[in-house]
């Protein structure tokens, strides 16, 4: 029988310091940051216009989490067992 654990598999949480710029985004719910009516940009309030370049923000840090961490290796399977490994239940 298998003890369950292979040596040189990925498995578990994996951690990149790339996954921190998803915090970026996150400053959006910090409302007295940008809870202004001045500057304003073409007319328009410094909270409305703040809010939307937000959204250019957020995608743009998401980007940059794919790119960083698409080349990584995730998390594997590891229900590949034989057939003398599977449980048949109770006898």
Not at 30 to 36: A, E, G, I, Q
Not at 55 to 82: C, H, M, N, Q
């Amino acid at each position: 029988m298998s003890s369950g654990k292979s040596s040189g598999k990925v498995s578990g949480f994996q951690f990149s310091p790339w996954n921190l710029f998803l915090l970026v985004p996150l400053l959006i719910l910090v409302t007295p940051l940008f809870n202004f009516e001045n500057p304003r940009l073409f007319g328009m309030p410094f909270f409305y216009w703040f809010q939307l370049a937000f959204v250019f923000v957020g995608v743009i840090s998401t980007a940059i989490v794919y790119w960083g961490t698409k080349g990584k290796p995730t998390v594997e399977r590891t229900d590949k067992l034989s057939v003398d490994d599977l449980d048949e239940g109770a006898k």
